[in-house]
């Protein structure tokens, strides 16, 4: 890999501040840069909405996280942003890969991701995911589910046996949003240790030839900013790994404690680093020894704290429309390219690049140009007071949980994904045109 440390001038902002890439500059004039390429050029020759994906920003995330966890395995959350130029960086970086789908399975293995470094999740996987999972070869296959371990079983070809993790509910509830805590009983995510289900599903997979159980995962939820909660789940987990060692006679190798990672959206909002989460493993390794059990290898699955903050989405306004109370700038994309706000109330940080202005600032109100009230992208921004149609927006820490969790509601194509490092921006992911739209519509 080439050197990222011509372009990266300051370090990686882990803990709070801005929430824009690490190698974006605002200079006068409207000017903005990220890794040196103008984000207007990048407007103009790729049109909007865009969005842009700093190479050195998340390949400076996966090394943070290497180097606060040396000993542990970190496997980057594909449902994040999976791409195979994502792939591929993360993979370059040491990383292993978390998938929940056949799709991201498919395009982890079309960018050549080693198969062993890949842990295949999903609380519903469906018999043709299992297949296609096994007849790839996963590495790790985490059992979400009691009747999933004789499925498993049985699609085992003969001779091979399935890596596994049981994951379990370790009843620590934590996360920004109802719809993403999944660490707490009475949810649809993994089996609880409180009903017995975890340890039957522990006894299962030990008398199953053809499986061999590697360890135990859990996660709680996600945009969690305190390290509180993992200590919690990892004195949880030492004592199931006991409770196991006690009743079985065997030690597990490997504890998976999820993602959840939370970072900054908007300037000053905390963020968990990874350095900062090095105290839930150690507090694996205390636990560990007061229980004279072996300290099993450590994995992490951060999702948007790898590609959160490395992209920025660019839209071009379209209109500016006074209403009675507010004033609405309307873009060109909005819940389909972005539906976070109106799904969980995130909020987002947004600049007008591209001209100087003398006008003085005045609040906004950014919505989208989709057929429904709710699409609405962030409210009470402080933007020029001259703002009008042409003008461009850039968005911060758009590259988790934008690009795939996109629709293409009324008809409008995903927005392409442009990578920019030492000054050169490529297009990795083509913009969706109606073309493409229109070829699954096979008529009457
Ligand atoms: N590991 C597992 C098993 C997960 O289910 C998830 C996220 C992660 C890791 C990564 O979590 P992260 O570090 O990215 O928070 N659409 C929501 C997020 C849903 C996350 C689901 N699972 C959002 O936009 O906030």
Redesign the pocket.
């Known amino acids: 890999m080439r050197s990222l440390t011509r372009e990266v001038e300051t370090p990686v902002v882990t803990t709070a501040g801005a929430p824009w890439p690490v190698t974006m500059r605002f200079g006068p004039g409207g000017q903005a840069t990220v890794a040196g390429a103008g984000l207007m050029d990048i407007a103009r020759r790729f049109g909007t909405p865009a969005y842009v994906m700093d190479e050195a920003d998340v390949r400076l995330r996966c090394r943070a996280y290497r180097a606060a966890l040396p000993r542990a395995e970190v496997a980057y ?1 594909a ?2 942003f999976l791409c195979r130029a994502i792939a591929a960086w993360v993979r370059s970086e040491g990383m292993s890969l ?1 998938v ?1 789908s056949a799709g991201e399975l498919a395009v982890a293995r079309a960018a050549g991701f080693p198969v062993e470094k890949i842990i295949f ?1 999903g609380n519903a996987k469906t018999p043709g995911e299992l297949r296609y999972a096994l007849d790839e070869g996963v590495g790790r296959l ?1 059992v979400d589910d009691i009747a999933e371990i004789n499925r498993l079983a049985a699609l085992m070809p003969a001779g091979r046996r399935q890596k596994v993790l049981i ?1 379990v509910i370790p009843d620590v509830e934590a996360g ?2 109802a ?2 805590r ?1 660490g707490g009983e009475d949810q649809k ?1 993994g089996l609880s240790i409180a009903s017995g289900a975890a340890a039957e599903a522990v006894r299962r997979v030990l008398g199953q030839p053809r499986l061999e159980l590697v360890g135990l ?1 859990c ?1 709680l ?4 900013v305190s390290t509180d909660p993992y200590e919690r789940a990892a004195r949880v987990m030492v004592r199931l790994l006991a409770a196991i060692r006690e009743e079985h006679g065997v030690v597990l190798p490997q504890l998976d404690l ?5 970072i900054a959206y908007v300037s000053g909002e905390p963020a968990l680093s990874p350095s900062r989460l090095a105290l839930a493993a150690a507090t694996v390794v205390e636990r560990c020894t007061a229980a004279g059990l072996p300290v099993p290898r450590l994995t992490v ?5 790898i590609t ?1 903050p490395a992209g920025v989405t660019l839209y071009r306004v379209i209109a500016v429309k006074k209403a009675l109370r507010h004033t609405y700038v309307a873009v060109d994309g909005g819940m389909s390219d972005n539906p ?1 706000p109106a ?2 109330g ?1 909020r987002y940080e947004i600049r007008m690049i591209g001209r100087a202005t003398r006008a003085g600032e005045r609040d906004y109100t950014i919505v989208g140009h989709h057929c429904e009230a709710g699409d609405t992208l962030a409210e009470g921004v402080r933007l020029p007071a001259d703002i009008r149609p042409g003008d461009v927006l850039v968005v911060a820490a758009t590259g ?2 934008n690009h795939s ?1 996109a629709s293409t509601y009324n008809m409008t194509g995903r927005p392409p994904v442009v990578a920019v490092s030492h000054g050169r921006a490529r297009l990795v992911v083509r913009r969706e045109g109606q073309e493409d739209l229109m070829r699954r519509d096979v008529g009457l």
Do not use: N, W
Request: proline share 3%; glycine share 18%; charged share 15%.
């Open positions: 959350a449902k994040a978390d929940c999740h985490v994951r920004a949003h719809a993403i999944t995510f995962h996660h939820g996600s945009q969690i999820g993602g959840g990672h939370g699955e951060p999702g948007r704290a959160g976070r799904l969980y995130s988790a949980y969790m």
